[in-house]
């Protein structure tokens, strides 16, 4: 299984609502990411966790918080966004963050969109 | 600065012709290079990992080739068909801060007509 998985697909929130974004994967991998994507440019990482530890805050607004509850489940809080903060947001996971050639495995993303 | 660039930003073929994206980076260190399928709102798929000693590596009717001396690489699809129709990512890895950070490219949106 190589699938990595993410609910839910589509999300709309008000500027005052808070949401959660939630991704899994069952490979046994040790590294998950977040990605925010806006269109037609490149994924953005976000954070990444390495072994349910977040080891990399790419600068994000504390408006998003991330939590890595196990080693399969990722979850990626939203409060009091902002319009801007309206793109797809990956999830991905590898076997480890720090091994050079392991692959990304990417989720099929949730569309977010901020009223 | 570490940087990915991509060409053409857009591309047009018929369904069955050939093309070739390309690909130019200047990040460093160098880990890997990847090229990745990217559906529209869907995420990346991975189609090949390059690593530097690597020059050619096929999957399918996809082939990427690296040259790590101009730090330069290109995919090559052959025989295209309609559901190859898709954003193609070309992506630096790097070993910064103790983890694999990916450097992303902008990205080659290709369509297949028929």
């Known amino acids: 299984d190589t699938e990595v998985t993410q609910t839910p697909k589509h999300l709309v929130m008000g500027m005052t609502n808070k949401k959660s974004l939630k991704c899994e994967q069952h490979?046994?991998?040790?590294?998950m990411y977040w990605y925010k994507q806006k269109a037609k440019k490149p994924p953005e990482l976000m954070f990444v966790y390495s072994y349910e530890k977040l080891s990399i805050n790419e600068s994000v607004p504390s408006r998003f918080s991330p939590e890595c509850p196990n080693s399969s489940l990722l979850n990626l809080h939203l409060h009091a966004l902002q319009p801007e903060d309206s793109a797809l947001y990956l999830c991905?996971?590898?076997?480890?963050?720090?091994?050079?050639?392991?692959?990304?495995?990417f989720g099929p993303g949730t569309r977010l969109t901020v009223t | 600065k570490n940087q990915v660039e991509q060409s053409p930003q857009s591309l047009i073929i018929l369904e069955g012709k050939n093309c070739t994206l390309q690909c130019n980076y200047t990040v460093s260190p160098f880990s890997n290079l990847r090229w990745y399928k990217q559906d529209t709102g869907r995420g990346p798929v991975s189609l090949t990992i390059?690593?530097?000693?690597?020059n050619t590596k096929s999957n399918g009717r996809y082939t990427a080739t690296l040259d790590a001396d101009t730090k330069q690489s290109s995919l090559h699809i052959t025989a295209s068909q309609l559901s190859d129709s898709a954003s193609y990512i070309c992506v630096v890895c790097m070993f910064s801060g103790g983890y694999n950070k990916l450097i992303f490219g902008a990205g080659t949106r290709l369509a297949v007509h028929p």
């Open positions: 991905a996971s590898s076997q480890e963050g720090t091994a050079i050639s392991y692959e990304q495995y």
């Open positions: 390059m690593t530097f000693s690597e």
């Open positions: 490979m046994g991998h040790r590294a």
